[in-house]
């Protein structure tokens, strides 16, 4: 029996360090762990504009701009054609958004592993912060009954 065309199924990429996406989802799900970045912004491989920014929001809407002022960036995947990734060395890569010749070269300056805690939260740690969020309510609704009150 021949097979049909909707028969194969052809695996999904996979990228490792190097290589090109040019899928949105996956540029958002690359790009949202970034918080603090370099930034060159290249305009026919000539620099324009560099810096350091905070990584405020990444997006997909083909109806608002990338936005990088004032250290911060408002980042829309759906304002380039495809994110190239390139190995710098030192277990870094720069990530390239590319929209004909101008490129947004991004360079993370902090790195996902720190600030994610290799301990699972417990039990005790979860009734610790259920406890301390129920006693500042608490504490405010007293006081707000105080004032209400006249005392």
């Given amino acids: 029996m021949p097979e049909r065309s909707s028969d194969h199924h052809i695996p999904a990429p996979c990228i490792i360090e190097t290589g090109i996406l040019v899928s949105k989802r996956d540029m958002l799900r690359l790009l949202g762990d970034l918080t603090q970045v370099r930034y060159v912004e290249l305009l026919n491989g000539e620099p324009q504009a560099q810096g350091e920014a905070y990584l405020v929001e990444v997006f997909s809407d083909s109806h608002q701009a ?36 101008r490129r947004l070269r991004l360079v993370p300056l902090n790195s996902p592993l ?38």
């Fill in 66 to 101: 990338t936005i990088l002022a004032n250290h911060s960036l408002y980042l829309n995947v759906a304002s380039f054609d495809y994110l190239e990734l390139k190995p710098m060395g030192q277990s870094r890569t720069q990530f390239d958004l590319v929209q004909d010749n």
């Fill in 114 to 151: 720190v600030g994610r805690s290799s301990d699972p939260l417990t039990d005790e740690s979860l009734e610790s912060m259920l406890v301390q969020v129920i006693s500042a309510k608490l504490d405010a609704q007293i006081d707000d009954l105080d004032e209400w009150e006249g005392g």
